[in-house]
């Protein structure tokens, strides 16, 4: 018998053509929406340790899941294509996206993390558990500097700055309407910068220092951009959560002073 058939998240649509929007050149693609940004990212297998390990985890499985066919590709960011309020990770977890084709669904950053969004109005519920389980977001939307699950959790920097194509492009998309961006940990945040400045924002001489609660405005650098508000939280993983480093409550604060500064509440 056939092998059950694996139904493709509902957030990567085809695009409908449009003409009145920004255009992104990505090599020699031309994206002229989210959705046909999302579809091409989902195909990438431009770094072949990541590829290597994120297929070998969806053919492996966790016990706990081995009834579920994993998605073991490129996880695209997730949210309206129209978000105000940016929220920039790190890369999808082995059993959290690489297994439900989403960003932040299904593992325990996740948990914590949509919970506090939903606190803070940012989203529909406070779970995150599957693509198709209802959750939308409000006004904003999750990505990542690296869209593969890495080993042990650590991209390299040569993957990093492989996959930063589609984090410019994806700014570059948001352009229009994203007013803040909160960024969960320093590795990310070091991510961030350089592709802020290439998509048409001023980065402060020095670089704004990462920490939990940091905030800075910075400047258009180019028409078509408006003032950007970059807040830094520490990432919802197990290790700070359990520690103590990072509460919810640390949290919810941050997420609710973005949506501020977005323009959300």
Avoid at 30 to 43: G, K
Avoid at 99 to 123: E, K, N, P
Avoid at 151 to 156: A, H, L, R, V, Y
Wanted: charged letters at 20%; hydrophobic letters at 40%; glycine letters at 8%.
């Amino acid at each position: 018998m056939p092998g059950p058939r694996h139904r493709q998240p509902w957030h990567l649509r085809s695009p409908r053509r449009r003409t009145d929007v920004p255009v992104v050149r990505l090599n020699l693609l031309v994206c002229r929406t989210i959705a046909q940004l999302n579809a091409e990212l989902t195909a990438c297998r431009a770094c072949p340790r990541l590829v290597a390990w994120r297929e070998r985890v969806a053919h492996e499985k966790r016990a706990a899941f081995s009834d579920e066919n994993y998605w073991g590709k490129p996880v695209p960011g997730f949210g309206p294509a129209d978000a105000k309020l940016l929220v920039v990770g790190l890369a999808p977890a082995a059993h959290g996206g690489n297994r439900t084709g989403r960003m932040f669904t299904g593992d325990r950053s996740a948990d914590v993390l949509i919970a506090c969004m939903h606190a803070a109005g940012l989203a529909n519920q406070a779970t995150s558990l599957s693509a198709d389980d209802g959750l939308r977001l409000l006004g904003t939307r999750m990505t990542a500097p690296v869209h593969c699950a890495p080993p042990d959790n650590k991209p390299t920097p040569a993957e990093r700055d492989t996959c930063r194509r589609w984090l410019d492009a994806e700014l570059d998309l948001l352009a229009p309407t994203v007013r803040a961006i909160v960024v969960l940990g320093g590795w990310g945040w070091q991510a961030l910068l350089p592709a802020l400045a290439e998509s048409g924002w001023e980065i402060p001489k020095p670089r704004p220092k990462f920490g939990h609660g940091a905030h800075v405005e910075l400047a258009p650098a180019r028409p078509g951009r408006s003032a950007l508000h970059l807040f830094g939280t520490y990432h919802p993983s197990q290790q700070n959560t359990f520690t103590g480093r990072l509460s919810p409550a640390m949290l919810e604060r941050v997420l609710t002073d973005a949506a501020h500064a977005a323009g959300l509440r």
